[in-house]
């Protein structure tokens, strides 16, 4: 039996290349005349998406246009189906066309300027579909599609990525991967013929000193890489095409650790990939291309967000994807409350748990959620708590569930007030947006004795924050949050959120280490254990930038404490805070001790933020020796 027959030309694309594409249709069945082809280019509206051509035949760039066997042309009509996000274009043909002959339909330009053409999407793909469909009966009554497609492939090689450890001990083995990419993020081995990748250390080993080949793959992984000498480093690659140099993100070889820093996302999507319509796609990009090394799922409970079926293969993903020791996967889903709940993205210890849907009378509200969960089985994370309308009072804390919360995501920051210094403020110019409101204030809730740690969120653009994208909110770089753990798996780095052993990044992968007594954030001290603190609390800390550091500001109880402005790429620091606990602490609304907490804001010359989770001194009422008499040190 004869087939129709589809053919593309040019039968590849580079990613984001302008050109006229021809798809040639030779028909295994005669057409008669009033047929109606629909020309579908399965667009997602997304910022990668291929680009959508005019139907006006004024217009003479971009265009689309079908060409019969003859030679006349026809322009198709927009339609726009339920459920599609761009639409699909109609012809009608005005006469038959027999079986055997060809029609040919052209996105680009007539003419022969190629930068008048049709702009292909931006991300790479194998066998990029286009559908065509037919109905003899011109009724628009169309049936299944014949299929068209095209492979996507990196373009020029523009930049290379390297990823590294942030942190490493002295002689521990570890391995380097490296990507070459266009200007999109694809990978790529589009580079010019004989190009030599050149590798060394910034700041040590001169001898060291290796060729590398751009692959075919667009990727290599450089294993067994190691220091002998504790320090700050950097992996450097230099291209001999144009002489252009990269930088991994900084090192910190500690002389002894036993203790690494993994970098990942609980809460967010990709502007590439959406994770509701490709959960597979998603997480081959989060782990390949964006190489974080834990991901949390982060679906909003509702039907219309996350149908059951998708939330099984969710589920099934989250289990099929964990490894150990390369990339974690933690199930979550986000869950809006009733007034003052606020958002919550809740975390499950474990793999194939139920969807919390609001609508069933188990999870209708936190207070039910918690009472037949165990905190060994969810992490609950207050999420964008400063967002009027969808803020978190705080006033139903709890500190069972309740160990860390989200300080910043791609729609701003709930550290405080933009009056009270809040770099990255939730705003709407327009004021038709959301914006920010004192009752979620990390800060205040951090005054009234709640303890949590910090993490940092991605964008997101479903759920209540799916009008956002397309308004003038103001929006900024997605969040990374760092887990300073042992061993990467699941188990352990969820049990380091627990103990608040994390800090939260604007999406720059600065290595932050903050100290008080020697104890790492997220740690509650005491003057019961250690009576010193109630006369000093020897601060000290680094910072391994990305970028020149403007500032560190050490924060107490809400408010600056110090300040330091070292404008270099990596500082080490200390600090005696003198003043008397007593004198400074807060009273705590419950029956617990006074006590005061520390955390640190860091912010690079290029406006990349961190924070570090808070440290906690409780003031014990069996304190009354005399403070000590010692000269106040200068910070460094």
């Known amino acids: 039996m004869r087939r129709s027959i589809c053919l593309t030309e040019p039968n590849f694309a580079l990613a984001g290349e302008t050109k006229t594409w021809k798809f040639s249709y030779t028909l295994a069945a005669g057409f008669p005349k009033g047929t109606k082809l629909k020309f579908d280019l399965m667009m997602q509206n997304r910022p ?17 246009w079908l060409a019969l066997p003859g030679g006349k042309t026809l322009t198709p009509e927009e339609i726009y189906s339920p459920n599609h996000y761009a639409p699909a274009f109609e012809f009608t043909l005005p006469g038959e066309i027999k079986a055997g002959e060809t029609i040919e339909i052209f996105l680009g330009t007539p003419g022969k300027d190629p930068s008048k053409g049709n702009c292909a999407q931006t991300i790479t793909q194998r066998r990029r579909p286009f559908h065509l469909y037919v109905d003899t009966k011109g009724k628009g ?11 996507i492939r990196g373009n020029i090689l523009i930049n290379i990525r390297i990823f590294v450890p942030s942190l490493v001990a002295k002689n521990r083995r570890f391995d380097v991967i490296v990507r070459f ?22 700041f040590l080993r001169e001898n060291l000193n290796w060729n590398l080949f751009v692959p075919e793959t ?5 294993p067994n890489l190691y220091f002998n000498e504790p320090g700050i480093y950097k992996i450097q690659l230099k291209s001999s095409s144009n002489n252009a140099v990269f930088y991994s993100s900084p090192i910190k070889c500690l002389g002894e650790s036993d203790y690494s820093i993994y970098w990942g996302t609980l809460h967010g999507e990709s502007e590439k990939i959406d994770s509701s319509e490709g959960i597979d796609t998603f997480m081959r990009h989060i782990r390949d291309e964006v190489v974080r090394q834990f991901v949390g799922t982060s679906s909003f409970e509702s039907p219309e967000e996350t149908s059951n079926e998708v939330w099984k293969a969710i589920c099934s993903n989250i289990h099929e ?24 993205q809740i975390i499950y210890w474990k793999d194939n748990k139920p969807l919390m849907r609001k609508k069933d009378s188990k999870y209708t509200n936190l207070k039910k959620i918690y009472k037949i969960h165990s905190p060994k089985e969810i992490l609950a994370i207050p999420e964008f708590t400063m967002a009027k309308g969808y803020e978190t009072d705080f006033s139903e804390f709890n500190p069972d569930f309740e160990r860390i919360v989200e300080i910043y995501n791609a729609w701003g920051s709930s550290e405080c007030l933009e009056k009270e210094g809040n770099p990255r ?17 990390i800060r205040s809730a951090l005054n009234q004795n709640m303890r949590f740690g910090f993490v940092a969120g991605g964008l997101d653009d479903r759920g209540i924050y799916q009008d956002l994208y397309e308004s003038d909110q103001a929006q900024y770089s997605p969040g990374l949050t760092a887990i300073i753990a042992i061993e990467q798996t699941r188990d352990t780095l969820i049990q380091a959120l627990y103990n608040r052993s994390c800090y939260a990044t604007t999406g720059a992968r600065i290595v932050l280490g903050f100290y008080i007594a020697g104890s790492q954030i997220g740690t509650e001290l005491s003057t019961k254990n250690k009576p010193g603190l109630a006369f000093n609390r020897h601060i000290t800390g680094f910072i391994c930038g990305t970028a020149p550091i403007k500032e560190i500001l050490i924060i107490c109880n809400g408010t600056e404490l110090h300040k330091l402005q070292p404008n270099q790429v990596n500082v080490e620091f200390e600090y005696d805070d003198f003043q008397e606990l007593k004198n400074i602490a807060l009273d705590s609304p419950d029956e617990r001790p006074p006590f005061a907490y520390y955390y640190i804001r860091v912010m690079q010359e290029d406006g990349q933020i961190a924070w570090s989770s808070p440290i906690w001194v409780d003031l014990s009422e069996s304190i009354s020796a005399i403070p000590p008499q010692k000269s106040k040190k200068k910070a460094s």
Do not use: C, H
């Open 48 to 64: 990668t998406d291929w680009e959508i051509p005019q139907n006006d035949p004024k217009i003479k760039e971009n265009s689309i």
């Open 141 to 151: 009554d169309y049936k299944e599609p014949e299929i068209f497609s095209l492979d």
């Open 181 to 202: 990419e266009d200007s999109f993020g694809n990978l790529t081995s589009n580079a010019p013929e004989g190009t030599l990748i050149e590798l060394s250390y910034e």
């Open 218 to 222: 667009g990727f290599i992984v450089l």
């Open 321 to 344: 994807y964990n490894e150990e020791s390369r990339f974690t996967t933690m199930l979550g889903l986000q869950w809006f409350g009733d007034e003052n709940e606020g958002l919550r």
């Open 425 to 441: 403020p939730i705003k709407s110019p327009s004021g038709e947006g959301i914006n920010e409101t004192q009752e979620g204030s």
